[in-house]
């Protein structure tokens, strides 16, 4: 079945760091890659929307200039926290819809800001 | 907006029991998911619903359009079913993203 391969499984970095978490889709070609924060005990929020070729689409709270999306290609989109902080610590997640039969997830990465 | 409500939030079981979720939402879809959250936080993606009832292995996923309501049923629960389960429609009846209920979370007792 169709795979998404998300790096890092978690990361520590230090406040003022910048991180880059990526998406790779490995069977098929994602035009499109949704990307999701899940804060303690909370449900999944959609963050932003990757098109690939195009800007991505950031939801309201959500700022482009901190957390930049490239999708560069059919099969690779990145997140990068830039100049982390401890309130960015969260579980990051992607999302892609091949052939929109259903949704595969990445497996997620857990920031850690100290 | 769709809101989504599912119930309950939290749900412990005894190994071999069968277990009923609910989800309701609020606006008109054509499709809603149930995905698994796993301890660990990966997501597996269970079913798409458009109608009907949907069966695989244990886990059997019925909706109702009309009625804005869906169930999760799980027979002869084990402990390794322990999880978050999450009912997720599209919101305004796109198939863009998902929006996620708070999910249902899930303890089978050996």
């Known amino acids: 079945g169709a795979v998404v391969s998300q790096h890092p499984s978690w990361v520590i970095c230090k406040s003022g760091t910048s991180v880059k978490i990526e998406c790779r889709s490995l069977?098929?070609?994602?035009?499109?890659m949704f990307w999701y924060r899940q804060f303690p005990k909370q449900s999944l929020m959609l963050m932003a929307t990757?098109?690939?070729?195009?800007?991505?689409?950031?939801e309201q709270g959500v700022e482009k200039d901190k957390f930049l999306i490239n999708h560069a290609s059919l099969t690779l989109s990145t997140l990068t926290v830039t100049s982390a902080h401890p309130e960015d610590s969260s579980f990051y997640i992607c999302?892609?819809?091949?052939?929109?039969?259903?949704?595969?997830f990445g497996s997620g990465t857990r920031l850690t800001v100290v | 907006k769709n809101e989504v409500e599912q119930s309950p939030q939290n749900l412990t079981a005894q190994e071999g029991e069968f277990i009923t979720i609910n989800c309701s939402y609020s606006?008109?879809?054509?499709?809603l998911h149930w995905l698994q959250q796993h301890p660990g936080g990966g997501i597996v993606s269970l079913f798409m619903?458009?109608?009907g009832k949907k069966k695989h292995g244990r886990l059997i996923a019925t909706i109702n359009i009309q009625e804005k309501h869906s169930s999760l049923h799980l027979t002869a629960s084990h402990p390794r079913d322990s999880a978050v389960y999450i009912c997720?429609?599209?919101?305004?009846?796109?198939?863009?993203?998902?929006?996620f209920g708070k999910g249902t979370k899930l303890s089978v007792k050996p």
């Open positions: 999302s892609a819809s091949p052939q929109r039969s259903g949704y595969t």
């Open positions: 069977d098929f070609q994602a035009t499109t």
């Open positions: 990757s098109n690939e070729g195009s800007k991505a689409t950031y």
């Open positions: 606006v008109g879809i054509s499709a």
């Open positions: 619903l458009s109608s």
């Open positions: 997720a429609p599209p919101p305004g009846g796109s198939q863009g993203n998902l929006i």
